[in-house]
């Protein structure tokens, strides 16, 4: 079964300490602060300042534990390739810690999650709602979508009233039709979740965003398959983070 091993820089930005900010973008890296000694050994503290002239956020490390996302890319196709294009194909993911010098396949999570918060304000500018009206789907490379049943027999999408759509098209059977009840929406990577999500400052760092499947149930209600996995994921790694004292630190060795 393919996989992909996604290591985090787990970077508990404490909710506590936050202070809202009118400005559209954020920072896409940390700042080197000091040196602490944590069990004798000596550890790098970073802070996170989310734009000029908000107060630096100490970054929580939780080394020695590594918390490591596995994404199972046999099923989760949009999501594994658009994570490799980040990392792979694009300058800024090649090199996403220019200023702090961590490494490129550590990310940060901020804990500013609430409605209108920073996490949104992210997803607005990588997905806004707009998104789809400059945005083709399927993809080019577009690989096979899943349904809860397995593969779907297509990647193309159909009209709906005559309209172009992101639904994708049903399924002739013998019997009928048999709908298909997914469609396309965009993912982003990094997700807003992260600090390196969004546009950064000066709006030149975009996350990368794909067409991924969502499946859609019942009378118009629309559940993200893809994006409901990955958050799923996450919620451990939040929890683990929030139970560790704010001192520890962080290391992450490739497996």
């Not at 790098?44 to 908000?54: A, E, I, L, R, S």
Request: contains cysteine.
């Amino acid at each position: 079964m393919a996989t992909v091993r996604l290591l985090l820089f787990l970077t508990a930005l404490c909710i506590t300490q936050w202070i809202p900010s009118a400005h559209a973008q954020f920072a896409q890296d940390y700042d080197f602060t000091q040196i602490k000694f944590i069990a004798g050994e000596p550890q790098k503290v970073y802070t996170f300042t989310p734009v000029p002239g908000d107060p630096p956020i100490e970054v929580i490390d939780i080394y020695p534990r590594s918390v490591v996302l596995i994404y199972n890319c046999y099923y989760m196709t949009a999501i594994c390739k658009n994570a490799h294009n980040f990392q792979y194909l694009t300058a800024r993911g090649k090199n996403p810690h220019p200023n702090s010098g961590i490494p490129s396949d550590w990310y940060g999570y901020d804990f500013n999650t609430a409605d209108g918060g920073r996490r949104d304000r992210r997803r607005d500018r990588s997905c806004p709602a707009n998104w789809k009206n400059t945005h083709n789907c399927p993809e080019v490379s577009q690989q096979t979508v899943f349904r809860h049943d397995g593969p779907w027999w297509t990647t193309e999408t159909m009209p709906i009233n005559g309209q172009p759509s992101f639904y994708i098209r049903d399924q002739p059977v013998p019997y009928g039709i048999k709908r298909s009840q997914i469609q396309y929406s965009c993912d982003e990577f990094p997700p807003a979740t992260w600090v390196e999500g969004g546009g950064g400052l000066d709006d030149s760092g975009r996350s990368e965003t794909r067409c991924a499947a969502i499946r859609c149930q019942g009378k118009g209600v629309t559940r993200q398959r893809y994006e409901v996995q990955r958050t799923l994921a996450a919620a451990p790694v939040r929890m683990a983070v929030l139970l560790r004292p704010p001192v520890t630190a962080v290391r992450h060795p490739r497996p």
